[in-house]
């Protein structure tokens, strides 16, 4: 059982890095900074996902795996308000405000 999990743990974790990479790759890549935020942000919060839903399963007790939710969680909250707030920076520049 344990080859399981930690055979669960490197899949998930793995994609997650490949979600991050992917997010990294269309920061650099889109051309205007609502859609690179989108691609950031959303690759961002199903990397983290992966990656904490892999190491749930490695957790030593119960607190352990709420610590993770809870930084999962203030991640995602995190993420949506600084990236309203810079979606509406870049909306203002593009009108002249």
Do not use: C, Y
């Not at 890095?17 to 650099?28: D, E, Q, W, Y």
């Not at 993770?68 to 002249?96: C, K, M, N, T």
């Amino acid at each position: 059982m344990s080859l399981l999990i930690d055979a669960w743990t490197v899949l998930a974790v793995f994609s997650g890095v490949f979600f991050f990479l992917a997010g990294t790759v269309g920061l650099l890549r889109f051309p205007d900074a609502l859609t690179r935020l989108h691609a950031l942000t959303k690759a961002d919060n199903l990397g983290l996902g992966l990656i904490v839903f892999g190491l749930l399963p490695q957790a030593v007790d119960v607190w352990m795996a709420l610590k993770l939710i809870v930084i999962w969680l203030l991640v995602l909250i995190a993420g949506a308000v600084v990236s309203q707030r810079v979606a509406r920076v870049a909306r203002a520049q593009e009108s002249g405000q």
